[in-house]
């Protein structure tokens, strides 16, 4: 299949922009771990899914509580920045839109802790772009990845005390 055999049409740029803005706005949620204003971009109601997970959530109040449940992990693991990378976008109807995202995660020092690519299901209503379905193509896998290279690095660390450049008298 050809991308002019698939349902829709490209996104324009004013359209693309729109997006942007939306995953920005969504993208500085997260970083503060602001559930609240997190849930507010989401459309009633809600669905996560991946190869292991389905959810429905029925509302704001329920999408905020999820997020929340979410949020001492990315701390534990150091979550400082998120950016995005909008891979493609296409216009379904009128109103709907399909997203291709790759999340970027960073540290506090600016280091890229991980990725993560996920499509979106957007729909244009009356306050603006809402997510509708969140599909995480590779979050769990990444996130897994990411735990064991930190648990890799902490043991490495612990055997070998003082290596990084400072003294350990």
Known sequence: MTDDQLIGRPADEKTRTQVNAFLRAYGAALRTFDAETSAGLWGEPGMVISDAFAGVLDSREEMAAGLQQ?????????????????????????????????????????????EGLYVYLLRRDRAGLRAYTAVAVDEAERISELTRRQAAAALEAAHHPGEDGNRQD
Request: charge should be positive; charged fraction near 25%.
């Open 70 to 114: 979410g949020y001492p992990r990315y701390q534990q693991l150091g979550l400082a920045d998120i950016a995005h990378e909008l891979l493609g976008c296409r216009v379904i109807t009128d109103r709907l839109l399909l997203a291709d995202v790759r999340w970027l995660f960073y540290d506090s020092r600016g280091r890229l802790l991980t």
